[in-house]
């Protein structure tokens, strides 16, 4: 098991990136349940973890996507409570393109833990994977989501009108996406 520091290790509020796996599904559950109000309007699967077998099986899915190198999901501990998580909802490699997504429970929120990590993943899909382009899709709702893209240095690519459906209710959503020349000047790499 691997654990990338998402901030100062010294500190009592120790920030890692770490895998999320099948065994985790207790505790994901239970971060589900504190995020739940804040994350589901924005991260549909939210919503398909209500319980401990369809934490598991959302797990599951991503382990499946993980073998096939198609997906990856990774979660947020704080001072080792997990937190939030980063994923590439997509990942295809042979085009090189994928889409990274993003949730964090209220209580971590404003320490910069979601552009840290998010910086991570990114670093690997381009430097690691030879990833060309990765996209960030948010409900035009979704401020803070889009103030991320824009520390990540991505660039709005449009908007998709009424194309995310929740509770009863359409949304808009804004695609923003970095291409690998663009962070690579961004990191200097």
């Not at 991260?43 to 599951?60: C, H, I, K, N």
């Not at 009108?161 to 000047?185: K, T």
């Amino acid at each position: 098991m691997f654990a990338l520091s998402l901030g100062d290790d010294l500190s009592e509020h120790r920030a890692e990136l770490r895998p999320l796996e099948i065994w985790h599904a207790e505790e994901f559950l239970a971060h589900m349940d504190r995020a739940r109000d804040l994350v589901d309007p924005w991260v549909p699967f939210a919503s398909y973890a209500t319980d401990l077998d369809s934490a598991r099986a959302l797990l599951q899915r991503y382990a499946e996507k993980q073998a096939t190198d198609t997906g990856r999901l990774c979660g947020i501990w704080l001072a080792g409570t997990l937190v939030g998580g980063v994923l590439f909802q997509t990942f295809d490699a042979r085009s090189g393109n994928c889409e990274l997504g993003v949730w964090l429970e209220p209580a971590a929120q404003g320490r910069g833990l979601i552009t840290r990590a998010a910086e991570r993943l990114i670093d690997w899909a381009v430097y690691e994977r030879g990833m060309h382009r990765v996209e960030w899709d948010a409900s035009a709702a979704n401020t803070r989501s889009i103030a991320v893209a824009q520390r990540l240095g991505m660039t709005r690519d449009g908007v998709i009108r009424q194309n995310y459906l929740y509770q009863g209710v359409r949304h808009d959503s804004e695609i923003w996406s970095v291409l690998a020349p663009e962070w690579r000047a961004r990191t200097g790499r």
